[in-house]
């Protein structure tokens, strides 16, 4: 498997430019940061030397001329290294905050194309965490890690260079903490690598047990579980201080630890350095550069250990996001585009088979013919595959076997937008989102004018109780719709299937979490909203579908009677058994 380095660099492919300058101007800042050492080792020259000077040998012979030269380089240099520091700060910042929006966007995009089994088996609070957290940790070091990583290197050559050029036995005294170093740092990142991962893996258990407990903070209260949540959340985020306080020991310990190793080279051209200029095989000047330049060399080395526990911070949440990109999908868009206005709504489920795992049937051979603009009930005992029916047809999920044709076309050959264009669905749970009565109406259907909203909620039979909200229309609904009641928001989720205005209707259990008033008015909007367009109802009150055109009878994933109501009570079977249970006529056998 690819590094999570060379996978970074992969995915960035587009800003590669981008990056090269970046890298460019992080190198010539470090060259020019690196200079002022080489000039204070031509001044000493100078007024050692005089005549006699390296500047001299250009011709500029008197020593305050050398001088003044020194000065102006000083200006050069130091404005040269603003400049670029400047540039590399702004190319830098800006490729991390492009970086940062792209994998943001990317991810999130990428999990809105997978299918809905997928997200049964993760946390939200995890791909919370990934898009999040990890994110913007990979932000942060490209923020700086980065150019502190390549001006090391920078570093480490340039001034190789100039200790070779100068006196190569000093060179080899300094550098022998080096490979040291190096060695140290692979050996630190190889152990620190695993602990940074499992300190993310941490975070996402973390944020998933907290984002499931502000969820369901009413079920907390009304069990008086308070405590035990809390030390729960306690448990969680004390694995993950754990986990950090394992990887901080490792970490910590580096620096210390090189420092050490560094004073060894600072001493080793400290001493014999001077021992060679004295004696005269070294210049002073170039002494003055050497003992200068060692400190620029391997001092900056002491903090390699924090750069590089950033960087492999970002690479374990870098490993994370393209991940989650790379999770492939399963349900895929078919070549075929159609008009939603050109859908007739005559559906054919030809011998279907689903499972959600392997081994374990949820819908077996299911056939069925469901002619355009019928009403088509789905009823049977809880886990008889009524609402994965419903879900195969809008493609959250593929069978297994078989297949489902959409006016004589099967279903995953055409495009997938354009399918669920002709698709509404009104669901037990509504989902509604943050903002205005009137935004949540207009969901998915955004042109149209605040008339026609009005007229979508006339025909939910929900205009009535929106007039009486403060804001009437502009009311704020709160998260997931929380200021409105159940049956409030099953009117609007209705409203807005109204407006969608789709060739087929799925009513999802769509009035039983409701009272009998708030159904019977549900129930005449669905009679209003059925007409000229194929239905699909799944229902457990039976009394809600006692006048559609065609009742299916499922139970333990198969088809088990078909027929008008009026058929199936004179049939007798399961379906007589359910009426006369919820009838009282007698109990379920």
């Not at 374990?360 to 355009?372: S, T, W, Y």
């Amino acid at each position: 498997m690819a590094s999570a380095l060379s996978r970074l660099v992969s995915y960035g492919s587009a800003h590669r430019r981008r990056m090269v300058w970046a890298t460019i101007w992080s190198v010539l800042n470090k060259l020019f940061d690196l200079a002022p050492p080489l000039l204070i080792g031509m001044a000493v020259d100078t007024v050692v030397k005089e005549e006699d000077s390296f500047l001299a040998g250009f011709g500029l012979v008197d020593t305050m001329d050398q001088l003044w030269v020194l000065g102006g380089l000083t200006l050069l240099i130091w404005g040269l290294e603003s400049v670029t520091e400047y540039l590399l700060k702004v190319l830098w910042r800006n490729l991390a905050q492009t970086l940062q929006h792209e994998l943001r966007l990317d991810a999130y995009a990428h999990v809105q194309e997978l299918d809905t089994a997928w997200f049964q088996d993760r946390s939200t609070g995890r791909l919370m965490s990934i898009m999040n957290d990890d994110v913007n940790q990979l932000e942060r070091f490209l923020d700086g890690g980065a150019n502190d990583l390549i001006q090391v290197a920078t570093t480490m050559v340039a001034v190789t260079g100039v200790f070779f050029w100068f006196s190569p036995s000093v060179a080899v005294l300094a550098m022998l903490p080096i490979p040291i170093i190096v060695w140290g740092s692979f050996r630190f990142q190889k152990r620190i690598a695993p602990r940074y991962a499992e300190v993310r893996e941490k975070a996402s258990l973390l944020n998933g047990q907290l984002a499931n407990n502000l969820g369901g903070i009413e079920t907390i209260k009304s069990f008086v579980t308070e405590r035990a949540e809390v030390e729960r959340i306690g448990g969680l985020s004390n694995d993950y201080r754990e986990a950090n306080a394992d990887a901080i020991r490792l970490s910590s310990a580096f620096s210390p630890l090189i420092r050490m190793v560094i004073v060894v080279g600072f001493t080793a051209t400290l001493v014999y350095g001077g021992y060679q200029a004295t004696t005269g095989v070294l210049e002073v000047g170039a002494y003055s550069v050497l003992v200068f330049l060692t400190q620029r060399l391997l001092w900056p080395l002491t903090q390699l250990g924090a750069t590089v526990d950033l960087y492999q911070r970002a690479m374990a949440s870098t490993n994370r996001v393209l991940d989650l990109i790379d999770t492939p999908v399963t349900i895929l868009s078919g070549p075929e585009h159609v008009a939603k206005a050109e859908v007739r709504g005559e559906l054919r489920f030809r011998h279907l088979q689903f499972s959600y795992r392997q081994g374990i049937p949820v819908l077996q051979d299911i056939d069925l013919h469901i002619p355009a603009g019928a009403n088509v009930a789905f009823v049977g005992p809880t886990g008889a595959g009524k609402s994965t029916v419903v879900q195969l047809v809008m493609r959250l999920h593929d069978p297994v076997a078989g297949h489902i044709e959409l006016d004589g076309t099967d279903i995953r050959e055409l495009s997938l937008g354009d399918l669920r264009r002709s698709i509404g669905l009104v669901s037990q749970s509504v989902f509604l989102f943050s903002g205005s009565v009137a935004d949540n109406i207009a969901y998915g259907t955004p042109d149209v004018t605040r008339e026609q909203v009005i007229e979508a909620a006339k025909l939910a039979e929900a205009h009535g109780f929106i007039s009486a909200l403060p804001e009437g229309y502009d009311t704020l609904v709160g998260e997931r719709g929380q200021k409105l009641s159940g049956g409030q928001r099953q009117r609007i989720s209705i409203a807005r299937a109204i407006l969608k205005d789709p060739p087929v209707l799925i009513l999802d259990e769509a009035t039983s979490a409701v009272d009998n008033e708030t159904e019977a008015a549900i129930q005449r909007s669905m009679d209003k909203v059925a007409v000229g367009r194929t239905t699909l109802v799944v229902a457990h009150r039976l009394s809600t579908i006692r006048h559609a055109d065609m009742i299916v009878v499922l139970d333990q994933g198969r088809v088990v009677q078909t027929g008008t109501h009026k058929e199936l009570l004179e049939q007798g079977g399961l379906y007589a058994r359910l009426w006369d249970v919820q009838t009282g006529a007698r109990k379920l056998a």
